[in-house]
């Protein structure tokens, strides 16, 4: 849930699937489910290289 | 009616014994009213409803440096004055003294059974703490809110003593407990919220029924420059823990995390993790819990030196309808172990 971790303060987001499933999406095949999780890690990962502007929100896959 | 016998604490400087040269003061009381004990009194008296019998004091060093031995005094003090109720303080934002004022209500209240009423500023470390154990008057940070804040206390502790019901606490002047009561209204859920938008649609001023809690900001760590060969941890509010929950982290109002070795883990398959996380649906994330904690993409990266290593022991807890001060704590422990092993970034995921 983006918004609780804007509200603490927090500057590295980066925007999960569904609250029930934040780093998978059950629709897809298995390898391309494991493609678009690697994205965000890969996302996540470099948003730990630099500290961004403001509150960061990354909005990684098109959420459907 | 007969006038309640109210108690009041202080510490040394409201006691008027003196400032920081007398913070080492030990317990002690006197029959009478001191300091503000006199407007509490006669707040009090002028209603007829009670009378300030005794003051116990403490100074707040030796409060501080003596904790369990000072409390255990104070109550035997309490009790030897035939308080009916204790009133602390006011503190205001003094953090010392609150957090004193605050622990003295909880022992006093729970040794004694008797009703207790302290006064502070909302972000007092005390009132932080404590505000869902004792009734608190809210006032401003300093002293110059002692009037307003002493008529608060005096109603508070009239009403408690008389065991009636507090009313809200914007109403009755205290700080939020965050215990929900049940109220029956005129108006249907229904009404209320159409007359709550239309009230915010034309600019006029309306009140939530579910106010959010006000969350302290957090400052962010800095960069770490690039995550090759930095050691990253997994840390996870999605339950994620070994089929068979062997520390028992419960569903929802979690009040412990766990640490797992992952060490030899590369990918968290169903047949040996589950999620136990009680705040939605987590069929499709026990299919395949690196659906929340994504330890599979990572030993690809680690592999492919993309990182430097992940972090033996992954963490993980529930954070459905946990309390903020709960939560804030694990955070506060779990950073504490990651920074003594050594680990530059965590992915923390969500739900």
Known sequence: MVPLAQSIGANRIVQGKAVTTTTGDPALPPDEEKAFRRRLVERALKSLESTPEGQEVVWGEDRG | MSQLRVVHYLNQFFAGIGGEDKADTAPGSEGRPLGPGNALNQALTSS?????????????????????????????????????????????????????CAQVCQRVGS?????????????????????????????????????????????????????????????????????????????TMAQRLVDMVLKKVNGEPFETEWPLPSMEKIEPAPAIGSVAGARIALVTEGGVVPRGNPDKI??????????????????????????????????????????????????????????????????????????????????????????????????????
Not at chain 2, 48 to 54: I, T, Y
Not at chain 2, 66 to 85: D, K, M, P, T
Not at chain 2, 272 to 301: A, C, I, Y
């Open chain 2, 48 to 100: 007829e409803e009670g009378e300030v019998v005794a003051t116990v004091y403490c100074g707040d060093t030796y409060f501080t440096e003596n904790q369990e031995e000072a409390l255990g005094r104070i109550v035997e003090l309490v009790r030897e004055s035939g308080a009916e109720v204790l009133v602390a303080g006011p503190a205001f934002g003094s953090g010392r003294y609150g957090l004193a």
């Open chain 2, 111 to 187: 040794a004694l059974g008797i009703p207790v009423v302290t006064g502070m500023h909302p972000a007092n470390p005390g009132a932080e703490q404590y505000r869902g154990q004792v009734y608190m008057a809210s006032t401003s940070d300093t002293a110059v809110g002692m009037g307003a804040a002493i008529e608060v206390m005096a109603k508070l502790a009239v009403k408690l003593g008389r065991g009636e019901e507090l009313g809200p606490a914007d109403e009755d002047g205290y700080i939020p407990t965050g215990r929900v009561k049940t109220q029956v209204h005129e108006k």
């Open chain 2, 250 to 351: 419960p569903s929802g109002w979690a009040k412990h995390w766990a640490r797992y070795d992952i060490g030899e883990v590369s990918d968290f398959t169903p047949d040996k993790w589950q999620s136990v996380h009680g705040g939605f649906d987590t069929t499709k994330l026990n299919e395949d819990p690196d659906r929340v904690l994504p330890l599979d993409v990572m030993r690809e990266l680690e592999e492919e030196k993309a990182i430097g290593k992940i972090h033996e022991y992954m963490y993980s807890t529930v954070g459905n309808i946990g309390y903020v001060a709960d939560m804030k704590r694990f955070g506060e422990d779990i950073a504490a172990e990651l920074q003594a092993a050594g680990v530059q970034g965590v992915i923390l995921t969500g739900t």
